[in-house]
């Protein structure tokens, strides 16, 4: 792609909706602060689908709870920007920042099991969303509940209104969910594992969801999921995230064409695959996430990473392009890795084995 | 079509209306002392309605029959000292019981619950002097307290009810805060802030109304606590001033001439019983009710 192409492609893309700067999110606990989010940098666009990925532990929810300013008690943001609609959501008084929740951003999560107060009726708090922002009369509520709950395909929506939760199947308490989400049409919804607790066939039915409310009302959605799968189906653009840090973003089909950090493309290669060979073994990426209390020096990913080089133990990588639009924190890159290290034929995936430089070999 | 459909099979399946409310009185209708309990604390609650209006003789008159009167056809339940109907005194004391428990439960309620709120939600600071507060009323002995207060006060209906709740206020309280603390970290109150409620509205929308049940148990339970602690203040001399009938009251002048008249002993001390043993059995069937591990 040559350079006045690119910046055609940068002037057709609106202005971000959200742009985050150098996020920090730490926790501090008896033992030390843990750096859960550790400089994060990105930006969502209007009506986008933006995927964040990573293990338990990533930081990919405290990423989302720091973004509405939700993070739980010894955790602080210590620094960074959330910019949106022109102000510093870190910088806004506690009633401006309630004011965005729910109304421009909200937010729906893992289990609907318990994100619905047992004791009070669905629909009811559904109204409650829209009546907590003054955005609709008692009356106007009621009614616009039921076309939310049609919305999200509730059966015999009229009837449900009155249910509990505890009268709601899974599914349909995550519609529900996701109902009170778009209860004051925000133009983000950030959607925290909303599958993880369904079963496969109501997952699929979620996201098919999903995607055709991001498609019909134009809300950004940005998922979070530890589920790749999950990316490929609804989202547009991907970042991934690692021991508190983004270690690659970009188009989705380009990181699953062509992942540029190891770690994405360990990620991609332990994905059990239908049309796997029968040789062919599942691989599962060797060692443990990091202690976020002590992160290993340089590179986050080092310990684990079968492409390290000398300068990955001491120094930590930068967020650089690597490919149009693609993103890489990583000093090898795949591109190196498979053209230097053969990659692609790799069958012993320790740390270090494809580089040579294995465990034993450190030299400190 | 499918949606219809889907209507058409969910529907008939899914239980009646049943909220927590009307399955716990269904299951309180089926626990028959409790039921016995209500019926009896429903005539209390008649005939202290009814004494405000009519009693067999006034209340406050004396001379109506010949002291220490044993019960006959006249007086039913016998006549005190100063010639007193006991019957009529004790239809009135039921008034003085049933306010003292209920305005307690009503002012201990009003302070309890919001404290008790607050503190287990905001914490910090403001947690730790409730804290100390509630462990500092628990160290002081209640009648102590009590009487103190009613001696700074003086004794009348009003303070007799604002001292036993100062003694009484931190059982809800400390119930309430640790409600609040583990229904605090519910996902569904981190849900209700992620869509923008306020703290009072997390408070008393989504936090109270899942501590209601062991709230309503724990105020049943304290309003025979608070008859008893009258009852016995009123013993002690200490209660709602004469000639106001009290139960507590009524036994104390008794007790002097238990060999004389054992009835004006006997009566207010078995109406007292059975009110504290009703409210104990609705409190019992309460519980077993609003517990939903328990439900059968």
């Known amino acids: 792609m040559t350079r006045s192409t690119r910046a055609d492609a940068a002037k057709r893309l609106p ?19 843990v750096k859960a989010v550790d400089g994060v940098t990105f930006d969502l666009y209007p009506g986008e689908s933006l995927g964040i990925v ?12 720091s973004l509405l300013r939700l993070v739980p008690d010894p955790g602080k943001i210590v620094g960074g920007k959330v910019l949106f609609r022109d102000q510093d959501l870190m910088q806004i008084s506690d009633e401006e920042i309630r004011d965005i929740r729910g109304r421009d951003i909200a937010m729906i999560f893992q289990d609907p099991q318990s994100s619905l107060n047992p004791v009070l009726q669905t629909g009811f708090q559904i109204a409650e969303a829209m009546l907590a922002h003054k955005k609709a009369t008692k009356q106007q509520a009621r009614q616009r509940t039921v076309e939310l709950l049609k919305r999200v395909r509730i059966p015999a929506a009229e009837s449900r209104v009155k249910d509990y939760p505890h009268q709601l199947s899974g599914g349909m308490r995550q519609r529900a969910m996701i109902a009170m989400g778009l209860a004051n049409a925000p133009s983000i919804l950030i959607a925290d594992e909303p599958t993880t607790a369904l079963d496969v066939t109501v997952q699929a039915q979620i996201l098919e969801l999903l995607a055709d409310l991001n498609q019909e009302l134009g ?7 530890h589920n790749m799968g999950v990316v490929a189906g609804l989202c547009t653009r991907v970042l991934v995230m690692y021991a508190g840090q983004i270690v690659e ?24 695959r239908v049309d796997a060979l029968r040789h062919e073994r599942l691989r599962s990426i060797e060692g443990l996430a990091p202690d976020l209390l002590r992160p290993p020096k ?13 300068k990955c133990l001491t120094d930590l990588p930068p967020l650089t392009e690597v490919k149009p639009d693609q ?29 040579g430089l294995e465990p034993g070999k450190i030299i400190p | 079509m499918a949606a219809t459909a889907a209507a058409v099979v969910t529907r008939p399946i899914a239980p009646e209306q049943a909220s927590l409310w009307s399955d716990a009185w269904r299951r309180l209708r089926r626990n028959r002392l409790a039921l016995a309990g209500v019926i009896y604390l429903t005539f209390v609650v008649i005939v202290a309605l009814v004494s405000a209006v009519w009693t067999p003789y006034p209340t406050f008159q004396v001379g109506v029959g010949i002291p220490y009167a044993a019960p006959n056809t006249h007086h039913l339940l016998g006549v005190d000292g100063l010639g007193r109907d006991t019957l009529s005194r004790l239809m009135a004391g039921a008034q003085i019981s049933l ?127 608070a008859i008893l602690f009258e009852a016995f203040l009123s013993f002690l001399g200490l209660g709602v001033p004469p000639p106001t009938p009290t139960w507590g009251g009524m036994a104390a002048e008794g007790i002097v001439t238990i060999r004389i008249s054992p009835a004006m002993v006997i009566a207010p001390s078995i109406a007292l019983s059975l009110t504290l043993m009703a409210f104990n059995f609705l409190g019992d069937g309460l519980r077993d009710a609003l517990d939903p591990r328990g439900r059968r």
Not at chain 1, 54 to 65: D, R, V, W
């Open chain 1, 298 to 310: 340089g590179c986050r990913f080092h310990p684990r990473c079968p492409f390290r080089v000398e």
């Open chain 1, 327 to 355: 993103l890489a924190a990583c000093w090898v890159t795949m591109d190196r890795a498979k053209k230097e290290m053969g990659a692609d034929h790799l069958l012993d995936i320790r740390p270090g084995a494809a580089s």
């Open chain 1, 54 to 65: 990573g293990e338990s532990g990533s930081g990919k929810s405290m990423t989302a709870l």
């Open chain 2, 99 to 225: 306010i003292v428990g209920i305005g307690t439960q009503i002012l201990v309620l009003a302070v309890g619950v919001p404290i008790g709120l607050a503190a287990g939600y905001f914490r910090g600071a403001f947690d730790q002097v409730v804290t100390f507060l509630i462990n500092l009323f628990y160290g002081i002995p209640d009648l102590l307290v009590a009487l103190i207060l009613v001696f700074l006060l003086g004794p009348s209906l009003t303070n007799i009810i604002i001292a036993i709740a100062v003694t009484r206020w931190m059982d809800m309280a400390r119930l309430v805060r640790g409600q609040t603390l583990s229904l605090r970290e519910r996902e569904f109150i981190e849900a209700a802030r992620a869509a923008g409620a306020k703290p009072a509205k997390i408070l008393f929308g989504h936090i109270l109304p899942n501590a209601l049940g062991p709230i309503i148990v724990q105020a049943t339970f304290g309003v025979p606590a």
């Open chain 1, 249 to 272: 973003q970009g188009p989705v089909d380009q990181i699953f064409e062509n992942p540029q950090h190891p770690y994405t493309w360990s990620l991609l290669k332990s994905i059990p």
């Open chain 1, 219 to 225: 809300t950004a959605i940005m998922m979070i999921t």
């Open chain 1, 15 to 33: 202005a971000p909706i959200l742009q985050v700067k150098d996020l920090q999110t730490q926790f501090l606990t008896h033992d030390g602060i």
